[in-house]
């Protein structure tokens, strides 16, 4: 029996919930303030023309 709970396979799927639930925090923490994607020359070209494209219809 572990912290209360009698099935083993039970202990085992709560602590790798709570394992995974640490995990993602853990890795969100990190990554909170991590540059995303710079955006290239052609990406903003293209989002030109694209607006550009909107704007005639």
Do not use: H
């Amino acid at each position: 029996m572990y912290l209360g709970i009698a099935d083993f396979w039970v202990f085992l799927a709560y602590t790798l919930c709570v394992s995974a639930a640490l995990l993602c925090v853990i890795y969100g923490l990190i990554n909170w303030n991590r540059n995303g994607d710079e955006v290239s020359p052609e990406s903003v070209a293209w989002a030109k023309e694209e607006d550009m494209r909107s704007q005639d219809l």
